[in-house]
């Protein structure tokens, strides 16, 4: 069977209390667990977030030589592993390795206390890892299988966070992943053959003198959606090329946090510290032309720099943060959906648009 939902992302750091801390006192995450040398793990430093269905992990390295320490270094501070549940870990395992997935381990049984079954690691694009978890995560949620974790106190009441607006209980509605050039239909083919995640829309857009491919695959259920973009190498380098080179190499772009109410999110959000990207007036003056049935929304989109886009089944409204890592390796998407289903030329030439309009704007 085919993974059914991402159970975390885990991101390695140079600075697990800098990265925690804005996850926390800024995001609305909070924390749930911990892992270091207190419950047995020597060479990592671990703590879990949650807030409402999503779950990240955040891992600093405690040596120079291990493999969190090797990877930060090569990609800065980024996603290394997106867990998947599974219905049979075991057969997940067996049709991703058949269908070319790099094996880092193999099935066996979880640490975790109360997270029952099987647990496995196999290779996704670039240097990134997928963790196969049972779908069952016991009471405490899934946790990361192969270390010892202490729980804490606000684990219960993690779910209740509000801290995102009113009645914001975030859920992971994308991750949007760069690829080098010429690696984009092999890497849909590889997700479609490994994990059951097929086609299901794909676009080119053209921003000026720069180009960029993305196909959308997804699981049956929408549980899991990936967009997958590589640069045009016959244009211009742009923001995807900047990625590749200061992540060295494909990765994890930003996590988009669906919210019902993105207005109010953004409202509170930036009363939290959370810097996002400023979109021109002009923008706004077009809009209502652009996308239909917004006009009275207009003064409160332009006053928030919220971005929208329509297709056929309704409308959704969506804004960007700025990265708050050093290297620039990964940012976040909060994104309302009215209705609409899509990853249209819209959303994808907004979201290439807003980072040019930074970079351009960082640059005078």
């Known amino acids: 069977m085919p993974p059914s939902a991402i159970a975390y992302a885990e991101l390695y750091v140079s600075d697990d209390r800098e990265a925690a801390g804005f996850l926390i006192d800024s995001l609305g995450f909070a924390p749930v667990a911990v892992a270091g040398p207190a419950t047995g793990t020597r060479d990592r430093r671990s703590t879990v977030l949650r807030h409402g269905s999503v779950t990240l992990v955040v891992t600093q390295a ?13 990609h800065g501070d980024s996603i290394a592993d997106l867990a998947f549940t599974c219905a049979d870990v075991t057969e997940t395992f067996d049709r991703a390795v058949l269908a070319g997935a790099a094996v880092h381990h193999r099935p066996e049984p979880s640490r ?16 990134l890892r ?10 405490v949620g899934h946790l990361p299988p192969d270390r010892d974790w202490a729980l804490l106190p606000a684990a219960d009441t993690a779910n209740t966070a509000d801290a995102a607006g009113s009645g914001a209980r975030p859920v992971l509605d994308h991750v949007a992943v760069c690829l080098e050039a010429g690696t984009l239909r092999r890497t849909a083919a590889f997700y479609e053959a490994a994990f059951g995640m097929p086609y299901y829309s794909s676009e080119y857009i ?18 899991v959606t990936f967009t997958l973009i590589e640069p045009d190498d016959s ?25 019902d109410d993105i207005v109010d999110s953004v409202r509170t959000l930036g009363g939290q510290g959370v810097d996002f990207l400023k979109t021109p007036a002009a923008y706004y003056d077009l809009l209502a032309r652009r996308v239909g049935g917004l ?6 989109l332009r006053g928030t720099s919220v971005l929208a886009d329509r297709d056929e089944w309704g409308y959704l409204l969506q804004i960007f943060t700025r990265s708050p890592y050093p290297r620039g390796t990964l940012f976040y998407e909060y994104i309302q959906r009215n209705g609409a289903r899509g990853f249209g030329s819209s959303n994808i030439k907004a979201l290439y648009e807003a980072v040019e309009r930074e970079r351009e704007v960082a640059g005078r």
């Open 206 to 223: 053209q921003v000026g003198e720069q180009a960029m491919d993305s196909i959308v695959v997804r699981n049956a259920d929408g549980g």
């Open 62 to 74: 405690l040596r120079p030589d291990g493999p969190v320490a090797a990877y930060v270094e090569s």
């Open 112 to 127: 975790v206390r109360g997270q029952g079954g099987e647990y496995a690691v196999v290779s996704g694009f670039g240097d």
């Open 235 to 259: 244009r211009l380098p742009g923001q995807i090329d900047r990625f590749l080179a200061a992540h060295n190499g494909a990765g994890v772009q930003h996590l988009a946090f669906l919210v």
């Open 130 to 139: 997928h963790t196969l978890l049972p779908a069952s995560g016991g009471l």
């Open 295 to 300: 006009a009275d929304r207009i003064a409160e």
